[in-house]
């Protein structure tokens, strides 16, 4: 969904047995049509991606305060029913919500909500979040806020906005290819600044903020799967729905020497075949936890 503040922010974001009893169908069943969601919660379910951020415009570009940090939202949220008008949403990074469907769209139910983001370690309580539909694209706000040490910080996006996509999108694979370069690093608002958590010799957290630079290099390989490759020569790769790509497998790792490895446990991609909008998550050569959101544009 999105990735945390500042600070944890920047380093932002059961299974059931049943037992089955089989019977035989008769006629009239072996020509049944599936069941159907019931009420009104049909339009919700599904997946859906957020389209490409815009900051002209604040389109799926959260706020964070205190500060005038932004983050570009990146990623998909798929909605199940649970009954006739409760729907789930899952989103990319593990979190789980619980919505209510109303006159005026869905609303979370309970009011409040809190996940713990496991590729940003960052925690956020929600109290907002409305979801409106209209054919297959969704608008949304939301309200959030994540505890930190030195105070909470408070997390706002007016303007969401996504587009609903299928599990399996061949054509997708053609926004990606080229050769991309990052955007100039804005200290202002964060962007293209690689935040990396290490421990000190003396045992203490060290955070060190890099303006993130080079070249993204993205080639096609078969149906919706493309393959990436950064800077540091390693590669990695992905499966693309709609306009996003995720990782596929959702970790990875590349050994850049006898003794480094870089991990990588979360790396969404949005574009629109003319931009590129990324957020990764994971571990560098020097064992350092780092975060990145940034944009990127045709080299």
Known sequence: MFQSTRRRALLALPVL??????????????????????????????????????????????????????APQVGDIVFTARDRDTVVGRTDVGCTWTFKAGPAGLHLDPATQTCHNPTSNAWYTISTWTVTVNGDHEKETIKAVSPNPAGNYDWQLDRGARTKTKEYDPRSAARFPGTWRYDAADPATRANIRVTRSTGSDGKPVVTQTPEQGLLTITGEYDNRITARTADGCTWTLLTRGNTAHLDPAVQTCVTSATAVVTLRYWSIASDGRRLATIIAGTDANDGEFYLNAGLSPA
């Open 17 to 70: 047995a049943a037992t089955a009893i089989v019977t035989v169908p008769g006629p009239a069943q072996a020509h049944a049509k599936p069941a159907q969601p019931i009420g009104g919660i049909a339009k919700y379910l599904g997946k859906w991606n957020y389209d490409q951020p815009d900051r002209t415009t604040m389109t799926n570009i959260a706020v964070i305060k205190p500060g005038t940090m932004e």
